[in-house]
């Protein structure tokens, strides 16, 4: 069903009856888009799992939608996506100066649902621009953020290279000012704050103005275990969606200097540069594995020698999984890393973009980090995430019906 803004997608069933009887407030959420299934999308369904036991659903509210299945607490919510989603998947990246617009969109469609049936508290989880949506009069907006648009605030010159880069950096020069006093007035629409680590913390408040409270992000630690009969192997390992930004050209010319056996998994538009760059490599020293399952990435942080994570991240569930199966980490001093790892403990830090600084570390990392690891990792357990948001969300509910201006 599509109404003339927005469409309707297929949803899971409602609450059974008694539970919505015993829990009469109702809550929505907001998503900047749904088209993958990575660490944001985590957040997501666990804050929308402690929303399910504690009141009612409303709608998700999303820019852009694939109709792909999720989490069951996920999909219990239906869905209001944007007009802008009627565009091509491919658009996608090219629409950033119509994020605002179809941000209002949403706010819209947001006050038709409240008025039929009101919520009391929108929570929005973000690393783009759908913070910028506004709660209705009498319910209250919390923000989960990753991070202030990376895209607007801090790497913009790393969504400029190569060819479409330079095209969207056409776009940055006309579009940026606009956007970013966008983003930073609309961010008075949040009531509450939450970054996902200290890091992010300090970026919100350069950006927007604003303190946030810390929750970092749930980590699958059940999941991710070590195992003592497996035997660690001298490679390195990398790991991620490899863009620009995740530096992993760092980890390919340290490890040609060292003449160390590098392990590249995951995918990314960076791909094909990357093995261009590891072409002059000696045979075999560079190897990429592609996309991978999580029975095949945890076999590889049993046994690689360490995890280089050379990218300054927001938090970064990776560095997290890794120490989780006993794997120490090589990392850039900043970011997320600086929560997650424990300098000469969990690994070990490096300062610059100088492949030396990387063999180095390696070099000093401790002889038998994986219990120290493993001891850290649970710090960020599922199990630790629900419990600080339930109890979150139980406050904002708390502000429900009242009057609270976001403040400066």
């Known amino acids: 069903m599509v109404d003339h803004e927005t469409d309707t997608s297929p949803s899971a069933s409602s609450r059974p009856a008694a539970a919505a009887a015993a829990t009469p407030k109702r809550i929505a959420l907001a998503h900047d888009w749904l088209v993958n299934n990575r660490g944001g999308e985590a957040v997501l369904a666990g804050i929308a799992q402690a929303a399910l036991e504690t009141a009612d659903p409303g709608f998700l509210y999303t820019l852009f939608d694939g109709y792909g299945e999720y989490s069951n607490a996920i999909d219990h919510f239906e869905r209001r996506v944007s007009g802008l989603n009627r565009l091509p998947a491919s658009a996608r990246r090219w629409l950033l100066p119509a994020y605002p617009r179809g941000v209002e969109q949403l706010t819209r469609a947001l006050n038709r649902d409240h008025a ?24 209250a907006h919390l923000c989960y953020c990753h991070a202030p648009a990376r895209y607007l605030w801090s790497i913009t010159d790393e969504y400029t290279r190569g060819l479409a880069g330079r095209v969207r950096g056409i776009g940055f020069k006309v579009f940026g ?19 996902n680590s200290t890091h992010v913390a300090r970026e919100i408040e350069r ?102 994570y050379p990218q300054i991240e927001d938090f970064g569930i990776v560095a997290v999984e890794a120490q989780a199966c006993g794997c120490p980490i090589v990392a850039r001093r900043a970011g997320g890393a600086l929560d997650s790892v424990i ?66």
């Open 116 to 139: 039929k049936d009101p919520i009391d508290l929108l929570i929005s989880t973000s690393s783009g621009m759908i913070k910028g949506m506004r709660a209705p009069e009498g319910a």
């Open 207 to 308: 950006c927007f103005g604003r303190k946030a409270m810390v929750i970092h992000p749930p980590v699958r630690t059940d999941l991710f275990t070590p195992d003592e009969s497996v035997l660690r192997e001298d490679f390195w390992f990398c790991f991620g969606a490899h863009e620009p930004y995740k530096r992993t050209d760092l980890a390919i010319d340290a490890a040609v200097r060292a003449n160390a056996r590098l392990v590249i998994a995951g995918g990314g538009s960076a791909i094909d540069s990357l093995k261009a760059r590891a072409a002059r490599a000696p045979d075999g020293l560079i190897e990429f594995k592609g996309r991978i399952n999580d029975t095949e990435l945890i076999g590889f942080y049993r046994r690689a020698a360490c995890l280089i």
């Open 343 to 408: 300098g000469g403990e969990t690994g070990m830090f490096f300062e610059s973009d100088q492949p030396d600084a990387i063999i180095d570390a390696v070099r000093a990392l401790p002889s038998d980090p994986a219990s120290a690891c493993r001891r850290n990792a649970r710090r960020f357990s599922v199990e630790r995430f629900n419990s600080e948001i339930a109890r979150t969300i139980v406050g904002m509910l708390n502000l429900a019906k009242m009057e609270v201006p976001g403040t400066s």
């Open 177 to 195: 000012d606009r956007l970013r006093e966008w983003d930073r007035r609309t961010a008075a629409n949040v009531d509450t704050f939450i970054a």
